[in-house]
């Protein structure tokens, strides 16, 4: 009986001592994850100081963004992002340089992927620019005869795991614009009722989230693109030229507007340019013409839409 009890009160005393030793490791690992995530941010701060090209940055990235939080991951895409920004004027600089502006006509002309129109380029330094700047993380555009370099907003999708809802919000708006443009050459590219669409993405995201260092940016940009969204684009007027009659498209938009984003800013402020085109006999007026600088909502559209609830 004594050999039981004593067995009983070893195997007792072992489990007690497991146990306590067990959270011991938490603060050890915890440790480890701290001390990698430290000299990841030195090594990142290190390659900004040094002005590394965006396709270095994204190359850290890539190989890093794993090893940190959501907070430390947001400040590396959020840096990424500047340094793009920043590198844009003299990446369109380049590809304006010599000759690069005809022999890029080879790049739009194909009907290949990325790789295989940098191939098709005649110049062994510019595939070698263009490599870097699509590796670099960007887009190129052709917009009036000239080319325009954008962020590929839909690269940076590949880290949504590793960062915020907001940021994902933002990267998934900027990349639908980055992906299919709303407008080149003074006309809208898409259609009437996608633009709209997009407008009321983009409110929804500035009301969401206020605090956001985006926020201003969006609301600032929407404000803007309802304006257009009322009186169309210079080839694609949102009235007919003769008889000053509105483009049944955009008239049909601006009712499924009503209806389908009811609630929002940007339904109330196209319910009232129906009330006044209809008060018009839906034609082009002086009232008309001036409704989008007349609208109270519209010219305080920010603070329009923090205020409803």
Do not use: W
């Not at 009983?8 to 938490?26: D, E, N, R, Y």
């Not at 959501?70 to 895409?77: S, V, Y």
């Not at 708006?173 to 443009?181: D, G, V």
């Not at 709303?182 to 259609?191: E, K, Q, R, T, Y």
Request: with cysteine.
């Amino acid at each position: 009986m004594k050999k039981i009890i004593i067995m009983l009160l070893t195997i007792s005393l072992a489990l007690t001592g497991c146990m306590a030793q067990a959270p011991v490791q938490q603060p050890i690992e915890q440790e480890s994850k701290d001390k990698v995530s430290k000299e990841v941010s030195t090594e990142f701060e290190k390659l900004l100081a040094e002005n590394k090209k965006p396709k270095e940055i994204i190359k850290f990235i890539d190989s890093n963004i794993e090893k940190v939080e959501k907070a430390q991951a947001l400040d590396m895409i959020e840096s990424l992002i500047k340094v793009q920004n920043n590198s844009l004027e003299a990446y369109m600089d380049k590809i304006h340089e010599g000759n690069n502006f005809e022999l890029m006509v080879n790049y739009f002309l194909s009907s290949k992927d990325e790789t295989g129109r940098i191939n098709d380029v005649k110049s062994e330094d510019l595939k070698a620019l263009l490599h870097e700047i699509l590796d670099g993380g960007y887009k190129i555009h052709m917009v009036e005869g000239s080319y325009v370099l954008v962020i590929d907003y839909e690269k940076l999708k590949k880290y949504n795991s590793n960062i915020t809802e907001e940021m994902k919000e933002f990267i998934a708006l900027e990349a639908e614009e980055s992906t299919n443009p709303f407008a080149m050459d003074a006309g809208l590219i898409i259609s009437v009722e996608e633009f709209a669409d997009r407008i009321a993405k983009a409110e929804k995201y500035f009301k969401s989230y206020p605090d956001s260092p985006r926020n201003e940016e969006i609301g600032n940009r929407n404000k803007g693109r309802i304006g257009l969204y009322l009186t169309g684009l210079d080839n694609t007027p949102a009235f007919e030229y003769g008889n000053k009659k509105i483009n049944e498209e955009f008239l049909e938009s601006y009712k499924k507007t009503v209806k389908d984003y009811k609630g929002t800013v940007f339904a109330k402020i196209v319910e009232e340019y129906l009330m006044v085109l209809e008060k018009n006999n839906f034609k082009k007026t002086n009232e008309v013409e001036a409704f989008p600088e007349k609208s109270e909502l519209l010219k305080k559209y920010d603070i329009s839409v923090k205020g409803i609830k």
